[in-house]
């Protein structure tokens, strides 16, 4: 095909220039269509975030309560567990001294007898 006889650089660059600009046309933005529902959908979002958010606070506070309970759970039964060992070694003490105050009252107790026993034979 003849290319036509108006066909001179400055036609050309012409020509190209308004390539580029058709090219840079198809990147430009597009007007958006504004949207009759954005509000009540960006209310719908933030009420939705909201309650998400509160649904996590409540998980947590929840799972910090019950950390919180069975630390303190854990601190009683070591506090038991100290308690009860604490009532038997106090056990074991009194059981000894009561058995050393057996043994001396018995052994007051043969001295006394001793005694009277010597004094019945010397009558």
Excluded at 14 to 34: D, I, M
Excluded at 37 to 57: D, G, H, K
Excluded at 97 to 112: G, I, V, Y
């Amino acid at each position: 095909m003849k290319r036509a006889l108006k066909d001179t650089f400055g036609d050309r660059l012409q020509a190209q220039a308004e390539a580029r600009q058709a090219q840079l046309a198809k990147f430009q933005p597009k007007a958006a269509v504004a949207d009759p529902n954005i509000a009540e959908r960006a209310a719908q979002r933030a009420s939705e975030r909201a309650a998400e958010l509160t649904r996590v606070r409540l998980e947590r506070s929840d799972a910090k309560a019950a950390r919180q309970q069975a630390a303190a759970d854990a601190l009683a039964a070591d506090a038991a567990a100290i308690k009860a060992a604490e009532d038997a070694a106090l056990d074991l003490k009194r059981g000894a001294r009561k058995e050393r105050k057996a043994l001396t009252k018995a052994e007051a107790q043969a001295k006394r007898d001793a005694r009277y026993a010597a004094r019945k034979a010397r009558r």
